[in-house]
């Protein structure tokens, strides 16, 4: 499956944002989605995944309470709501897929995405 991250931009600090990411090639249903981060110097994160139905999310809990993802398999996107932002927030979003097991101790797993998109920048402001 090929991904392509997009939503990008600069916002201020307690603004919002939303990014999308587009799937091709594959069902998208058929993969778990995942949205990464890496900001300078620091190791890459999964801040958020979610099932193949959306039935289970998971959250980092750098992100939890801010940040809502989703996904619409009949358009094969999903999506990063990012609410509250702040300036840690500042990096480049990678959206991934894997193909797992679509359970709660499996979307919180790190290891496993070999899809990715380009990435997105996400500067906020202070």
Request: aromatic share 12%; net charge positive.
């Amino acid at each position: 499956v090929q991904l392509q991250a997009y939503g990008g931009g600069l916002v201020q600090a307690g603004g919002s944002l939303r990014l999308s990411c587009a799937a091709s090639g594959r069902t998208f249903s058929n993969y778990v989605g995942g949205w990464f981060r890496q900001a300078p110097g620091k190791e890459r994160e999964l801040i958020t995944a979610i099932t193949q139905s959306g039935s289970i999310t998971y959250y980092a809990d750098s992100v939890k309470g801010r940040f809502t993802i989703s996904r619409d398999n009949a358009k094969n996107m999903m999506y990063l709501q990012m609410n509250s932002l702040a300036p840690e927030d500042t990096t480049v979003y990678y959206c991934t897929a894997k193909q797992s097991v679509g359970s709660a101790f499996h979307v919180r797993m790190s290891s496993g995405y070999d899809y990715w998109g380009q990435g997105t920048l996400v500067t906020v402001s202070s």
